[in-house]
């Protein structure tokens, strides 16, 4: 098995009286692409935010690359990848120019063709984001996690609201991104987009886990305990006819 890279042990968040996160613990691997599902309010985003050190911890110990969290806060910002939320984005700076001042923040450089590039969208190097579809600002907001070239990313659902071509993209990007090496956590409510994409899946509710596995070894345990589906399931479906109808490629005009 490879390094760990993040290791989360008996995590809690109180906000107020209310304990969102419960006691969670799990170890991410470098290389992996690990999602992380439940219900809305299960505590996702909270833990992601604890991880990106964006939001403080109640309890329990965080770990990235071999960093406390507590002691070595600035070490670990270097070392991730944060998707910015959307106002962040400067309206009168194209995609170019905020690369570059992402890179400034970061205290390094970028070639912005090149991350560009990778995420389909050189052709909009001279746009606003306000210009983009849902897709391509999708795919540049997560090109600006890549500016400081980070071992691990966080996307918080990342395909939401996108349609059927276009969180397909988004799917080969994350994968290309794990191939270069970075590590990938993603949350998602697709379960098709989890089986797809992830390696490990930790599934949570109410603040804690309730399994942690590959997809398959979790389908698998399901049919041992003697599911089965209620219907026949066609050998194709909506979305199947939706893609080959629409399908004209996953180019960069999604
Ligand atoms: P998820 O991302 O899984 O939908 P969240 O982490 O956003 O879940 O939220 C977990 C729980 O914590 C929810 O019940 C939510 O209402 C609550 N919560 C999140 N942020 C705050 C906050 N800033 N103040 C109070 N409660 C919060
Ligand atoms: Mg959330």
């Known amino acids: 098995m490879a390094e760990p890279i993040i290791e989360v ?6 906000y107020g009286n209310f304990e969102a996160i419960r006691g969670l613990s799990f170890t991410i691997y470098q290389g992996e692409i690990f999602g992380l599902l439940g219900p809305n309010g299960a505590g996702k985003s909270t833990t ?20 406390d969290l507590d002691a070595n806060t600035a070490a670990i910002k270097k070392l991730i990848g944060v998707q910015l939320q959307s106002s962040g984005y400067y309206p009168g700076l194209n995609l170019t120019q905020l690369l570059n001042l992402f890179a400034g923040l970061y205290n390094t450089t970028v070639d912005p ?8 969208l050189e052709e909009k190097a001279k746009a606003k984001v306000k210009e983009l579809s849902g897709g391509q600002r999708q795919r540049f907001s997560i090109a600006t996690t ?12 990342p395909t939401t609201g996108l349609d059927p071509q276009a969180r397909r993209s988004l799917w080969e990007l994350i994968r ?4 270069a090496g970075t590590t990938v956590v993603i949350t998602t409510h ?33 049919l041992e ?7 026949d399931v066609k050998a194709a479906t909506l979305e199947d006819v939706f893609i080959s109808l629409t399908g004209h490629g996953l180019e960069s005009d999604h």
């Open 9 to 14: 042990e008996n995590l809690e968040k109180r």
């Open 48 to 67: 992601l935010e604890i991880i990106e050190t964006l939001r403080e911890k109640t309890s329990g110990t965080v770990q990235v690359c071999g960093y």
């Open 113 to 120: 063709m090149e991350i560009l590039a990778m995420v389909n």
């Open 146 to 157: 890549l500016v400081n070239r980070p071992k691990v990313i966080f996307l918080d659902e």
């Open 176 to 179: 290309t991104i794990r191939a």
């Open 190 to 222: 697709y379960m098709d987009e989890a089986e797809y994409l992830c390696d490990r899946i930790a599934i949570m509710d109410q603040g804690k886990l309730i399994a942690l596995d590959t997809p398959d070894t979790l389908i698998d345990q399901l």
């Open 225 to 231: 305990k003697g599911f089965e589906r209620k219907k």
